[in-house]
Structure formats: structure tokens, C-alpha cells
């Protein structure tokens, strides 16, 4: 499958700071998960690929359109949806009246068949009852809603989203997840989240980033494999683990390299992600 | 659906296209605009521009250009706060350029900056009024140099609202100028001086600068110009 997005070498520094380093990955359709700590470089790699801030080096394709050019920048601009990590609005439009804002933006200047993509939308993200009713009434989660709608609109090929279910509720989040699986189907999605159970449940391919570099590409199932054998379970914290916790049941669920005899557990998506991290996950046992 | 029957702008001649957006961008675009802050620095200026007749008495040409440059000032203050864009993160992903919706804000603003400024110079007693042409580019360039810290704020950092720090900025460089440029630029003399002729040479010439930096900002850099990469300029 030929990828819809083609990128390799990509850095980019602000300052001092290393935000990403030699950065390489295609994307193909479905949903891709970006997993990976505070301060990894998941928001700059979106803001990149979503040609909302250029890199320093390295190059990347979007569709075929090589972005580090201003006309090849607006062809992809033109299939694509960015959800930014802090959408902002402007709070006396209507949820309708800004994702249509967003829509001339987007260059549908044919106005009915516009209002009617706008309405799809905000039928899709489940707002068409309040599209009338003005931003700065909507709460958190509406307004998250809009801005997944803004994304949306135009049915781009390639769709940018930045921890879109941050600060929602359990059921905002669920909600959340059925877009973003019904948005996955035939595009491109590439989705950042520190939620390690979006991705076991939407992505069919994760990337992890630490300090600005790839730590690991593949299927949800390879990250789950890197941590079988490695999880266990004890009465207390085990101190040769890389992260434990106390479950529930109030036993320790530890992650490392697991003594001998240690009654080990099934794995999951997320002990694969701390241990892949490694001096990361170290600082989660501290 | 086929979105992509509604999207012009690849069946249509580009510049038809752009036009058409634009039309459209007019009224969300003209409700984007922070007009309160326009009014209230428009509000002053009108103030200041009126100090001198109404505090009665004769006015001096002195009295005249500087309400006439402080009127300016305030204008310039509230402008700092045009390119103010909440949305701006949502929107940075947009193929309609970030310099056309700019210059369609500027555009929308400037028709109601000029008949602010025309009542701005008529409250000034004709006695002491300063040559109109000649205080419009000392008024031009202080509204073009809070566009140009709006846009450089907007270019280098993707500043949702860089009005507040523009219009602070602004200030303090307008109190800052009188002392720190060279005395040979004179470029706050009073009408009558025979220095007012080379002085507003210098004005237009700061004019230039600051509308060649406002164009400059406005456009969206496809490459990040950094120490780091212009020292190893190589991209792969």
C-alpha cells in the first residue's frame, strides 16, 4: 500500500531544545496511534506533518505533495484536517458558523453544498442539535466536538489529531473513540494521546516518540509482545522492576525483568510502552 | 459525500478562486476583528487630537502636531490588536494563505481608519494645523509599526494574541524615540522648523521599512531559518 504519508529525517530544534531528531515514518490508511511522555515531540511532529510549523531538516510528502514548497504546501493543506492539542474559537460564532468559517478557509466556496458539508459534520460529531447555540455556551467537551467538526470538514484524506480526549469524561471519550474509528475508515489518521487503551482500541499501527526520536513502529500487538515475560505479580513492590504499581486487589503489578518464579501476568499495551521507554518507565517506579 | 465537488478551487482559474473565498472570508473575517480595541484607541485619539480646542485659549503648532501624534499613537495601540486570532491554532492548517487573511483584515479596517483620521486632523484648529500630508506619514507609520510587531509575533512565535505585548511594546519604543534616535534624524520637530522637510524624508523611509516588514511577516515561511540551520545549511 502506497503511504499517504512519507517523511524521513525530520528535525527541528527550538533553541537548545532537540524537539525532534531524524524523525522517519510512513503512514498509511487507518489510525495510527503517537504514544509517548510529556515533552517527547508528539505535539511538534503533528505541527510538522500538519505544515503548521516547517522542521529544520529532513523532508516529507503528504499524498505526494512535497510540503517545503508554498504551492506543494497548499496541496496538502488542501486534504488535510489538523485538530491542534489547545483548539481555540471564536467564542460569539455558532458551532455552525464556525466550522462554515473553517470551511471557506478550506476553500468551499460553493455556499449550499458548503452548508451541507458543514451539517454533515456536526451531524457526525453529534452537535447538530446545538448548532445554533453560540461557542462560548458549549462546554468543554462540545466545543472539542467543534473543533474534531473543523477538522473534518472538506473530508480530508489526512486527518492531524492532537489528544482530542484530553480533560472529556469517560462517555465524552467513548463518544470520542467511535468518531475517530468512523474518521479512520478510508483516511489517514494520525492520532497523539497519552492514553495507551485509544490506541489498543483504535490503532492499527502505534509509533512511539521519547526525546524527539522514534522508540518504536509497529502493531499495537509487537508493543504488547515486547512485554511478554516481563510483567509479574507480587505481594510487594519489587525493587528490580522498572514500574510497579499497587492493583486494586492489592497486589503489586511489576514491569522489568521479572526474578525467577515470579508469577507472571498477561501483558498489555501499556506495560509494552513503559518498557519501551525505559529510563522513562524508571521514573514512573521513583 | 463528494466534498470535494464543493471545493473550487481546483476547477476554477486560481486568482477566480481566491476571489471567491475571499467574498466569502468578508463577513465571518469582519466579526474576527477586535473592533473594541480599534474604538477605544480610536476614542482616545479623538481625545487627544481635541485637547487643544478644548482647552481653549490659542494653539500653538506645537500643541497641534502632537495631539495630532498622540491621537496617532492611540490608534496605533488599538491596531496592535488587529491580527489578535483566538482561533488561530485551529486555523494554521488552512490552504487560504495566512497573508491574504491579513491584508483582507487590514483592508477591512483601514476605509474606517481613514475617516477616523480625517476627523482626527479637523479637530485641530486650521491655525494650527500641521501640513496634512506630512502628519498622515508620521500616522501611517505608527499604525504600520504595530502591524509589523503584530505580524513578526504572529510569524516567529504563532501568537494567538500578540496585541497586549505589541501595544506594550509600541508604547514604550513611542517614549523611548524622542530619546534614542539620532538627533541628526529630528524626527519630532514642530511645523516651521526648517528640519520638517528631512525629518518626514526619515518618516517615509521608516514607513517603507515597516510596511516591507509587515509584507515580509505576513507570509508563512516554508523553511525555519535558524543559527542552527543557516550555520549547516544542508537539508536532506
Known sequence: ?286 | MPVTATRTAGNTPAREARRGVLLQLVRPVARTVPWWALAAGGGLGLLAAALPRLSGGEVTPWAGVNALRAAALCFALGAAFLLDDPARQTTAAVPVRRVLRHALRCALVLPAAAVWWSAAVLLVPEEARPPAGDVTVEAATALALALAGAAFAVRRRGAGRPGQAVAASLLVAAVLAPLLTPSEWSLFTVPGDPRWADAHGHWTLLLCAALLAVAVCCVEPVRRRTLRTLRSPSRS
Not at chain 1, 531528531?21 to 500538519?50: F, I, Q, Y
Not at chain 1, 468559517?101 to 451539517?119: C, F, G, N, P
Open chain 1, 1 to 286: 500500500m502506497s503511504p499517504t504519508v512519507s517523511a524521513s529525517g525530520l528535525s527541528l530544534h527550538y533553541g537548545a531544545t532537540r524537539a525532534l531528531d531524524d524523525v522517519s515514518l510512513r503512514l498509511t490508511p487507518g489510525v495510527t496511534g503517537l504514544l509517548g511522555p510529556n515533552g517527547a515531540g508528539k505535539t511538534t511532529l503533528l505541527r510538522v506533518l500538519a505544515t503548521a510549523v516547517p522542521a529544520d531538516r529532513g523532508a516529507f510528502t503528504v499524498l505526494g505533495h512535497d510540503p517545503s514548497t508554498a504551492r506543494g504546501r497548499q496541496e496538502v493543506r488542501r486534504r488535510l484536517g489538523y485538530l491542534p492539542q489547545t483548539p481555540g474559537f471564536h467564542p460569539d460564532f455558532t458551532a455552525f458558523e464556525f466550522v462554515d468559517y473553517v470551511a471557506i478557509l478550506k476553500e468551499l466556496t460553493d455556499r449550499s453544498a458548503r452548508h451541507r458539508e458543514v451539517r454533515r459534520v456536526l451531524d457526525e460529531v453529534g452537535l447538530a442539535d446545538v448548532r445554533g447555540k453560540r461557542i462560548r455556551k458549549l462546554s468543554g467537551g462540545m466545543r472539542q466536538r467543534v473543533a474534531l467538526a473543523a477538522a473534518l470538514v472538506g473530508d480530508p484524506a489526512f486527518l492531524v489529531l492532537d489528544e482530542p480526549t484530553v480533560g472529556l469524561d469517560p462517555e465524552q471519550r467513548m463518544r470520542f473513540r467511535e468518531l475517530i474509528a468512523t474518521a479512520g475508515e478510508g483516511r489517514t489518521v494520525l492520532l497523539s494521546t497519552h492514553q495507551t487503551e485509544d490506541v489498543a482500541m483504535l490503532c492499527h499501527r502505534v509509533v512511539v516518540l521519547a526525546g524527539g526520536t522514534v522508540r518504536f513502529d509497529g502493531t499495537p500487538a509487537e508493543l504488547t509482545a515486547r512485554a511478554a515475560g516481563r510483567v509479574w505479580s507480587s505481594d510487594g513492590r519489587d525493587p528490580g522492576a522498572l514500574a510497579g504499581w499497587r492493583t486494586g486487589l492489592g497486589t503489586f503489578r511489576n514491569v522489568g525483568d521479572p526474578p525467577p518464579g515470579a508469577d507472571l501476568l498477561e501483558p498489555t499495551l501499556e506495560d509494552g510502552y513503559l518498557l519501551t521507554l525505559d529510563g522513562a518507565a524508571a521514573e514512573v517506579t521513583a
